[in-house]
């Protein structure tokens, strides 16, 4: 079983930047890709940043050049540092953690979930 808790949200102005953390709960960590998503309220949830067991980074194309995802294999910890923050960025974020050997960013294929936390961008 992992658990997965996510921090760091809150409500900062447009232009502004939030660090979000994941922390897990299980013991091998490094072989999970963890993953965050994001869903803005009546829409579906989105991918936004991952890093696989490998190092390997994907970002979507809405934050790239903007956000930094990092993962901390000693401390259990993924981060995901978000610079230049725009209104459309609003939304409850989520991390998520899969074993599966194949990258995929279809919400579907994660089996753990955090609980979420809310991030807001004024304009």
């Known amino acids: 079983q992992v658990e997965l808790v996510e921090s760091g949200g809150g409500l900062v102005q447009a232009g502004g930047s939030l660090r979000l953390s994941c922390a897990a709960s299980?013991?091998?960590?490094?072989?999970?890709?963890i993953t965050w998503f994001r869903q803005a309220p009546a829409k579906e949830r989105e991918f936004v940043a991952a890093?696989?067991?490998?190092?390997?980074?994907y970002y979507a194309d809405s934050v790239k050049g903007r956000f930094t995802i990092s993962r901390d294999n000693a401390k259990k910890t993924v981060s995901l540092q978000m610079n230049s923050l725009k209104p459309e960025d609003t939304a409850a974020y989520y991390c998520?953690?899969?074993?599966?050997?194949?990258?995929?960013?279809?919400?579907?294929?994660?089996?753990?979930w955090g609980q979420g936390t809310q991030v807001t961008v004024s304009s």
């Open positions: 890093v696989r067991w490998n190092s390997n980074i």
């Open positions: 299980v013991h091998t960590f490094s072989d999970y890709t």
């Open positions: 998520a953690a899969s074993l599966r050997d194949y990258w995929s960013s279809d919400p579907l294929t994660y089996d753990y």
